[in-house]
């Protein structure tokens, strides 16, 4: 395993991220082919062993059941300190207004088990909440030792520079981390965001890294079921299969010359875009072995380009 600094603060992660969304418990309604506490173990168990120490989950995953089951198989593997924990705030009641975040900070530390998240992330842009709140808010649970470093998640460009502007002049803590949305088949955020995150050097961790496993496979849809269920997935790129499934059959080309994986190529894109830390979500280890593997994976100038050439616009989706 290979690691980085998170932007510009003192956290070393690895350069892959396993994403706990797959954690939790159906019953929450949330999604249908999340992992039960056992299932959930076996995979950061194996991350751990492939030596990952970067884990993203979330306040309202699975009704905060993911934040339980990373948890619980954390606390059995592995020392505290040798792991970073993400968690995120927003889709919640009050968003992220000061009562509301210091209402889920509590929660998510006390379901995580631990008296500190590393990196504690805005899940979006709350349009309702003004920045300066949001931000004198976050910088007192650095100041109070719940929180390591800050990140964001999917927003536009120029909601990241006022929030990042709001704290440079108010000597608050800034954001060291973008969780956006991007992969070869949606690139928006390359007009302005991550031009935004180069200027404040914040590093990036992209989700859906290989769009819900489009960009893993010939095959559109597979027979699991989350392609069967996971109408999110569907919303973000169903409607522009037509024009995005020639880029995955560049993929596809790519794999088969390399003799490696989709997986490995589309991933081993995101490297040689800058990418710091690409979150993958796995249910099972085995693909969580394939994605390791795309880091032995160095694409050149010319596979980039080809990788890039066919694609076209899209409507923003992530960004509120």
Known sequence: MKYVKLGNSDLQVSRLCVGCMSFGDPASKMHAWTLNPEQSEAIVKRALDLGINFFDTANTYSAGTSEEYLARALK??????????????????????KDAILREIDGSLKRLGTDYVDLYIIHRFDQGTPIEETMETLDSLVKAGKVRALGASAMYGYQFHNMQLAAERNGW??????????????????????????????????????????????????GTIRSRTDTTAVAKYDSTKDRDYDVVLRVYELAEKYGVTMTQIALAWHYAKGVASPIV?????????DAAGALDVELSKDDVEYLEELYAPHHVVGAI
């Not at 059995?76 to 927003?90: E, L």
């Not at 590093?203 to 290989?210: I, K, Q, R, V």
Request: glycine share 4%; charged share 25%.
């Open 76 to 97: 059995k593997h592995v020392a505290r300190d040798k792991v970073i924990i993400g968690t995120k705030v927003f889709f919640n009641e009050g968003r992220l207004s």
């Open 173 to 222: 803590t800034k954001f060291v981390s973008m969780q956006n949305h991007y992969n070869l088949i949606y690139r928006e955020d390359e007009r302005d965001l991550i031009p935004v995150c180069h200027q404040y050097n914040v590093a990036l961790t992209p989700y859906s890294p290989l769009a819900a496993g489009r960009l893993s496979r010939v095959d559109w849809h597979a």
């Open 281 to 289: 979500g796995i249910t099972k280890t085995k693909y969580l072995d």
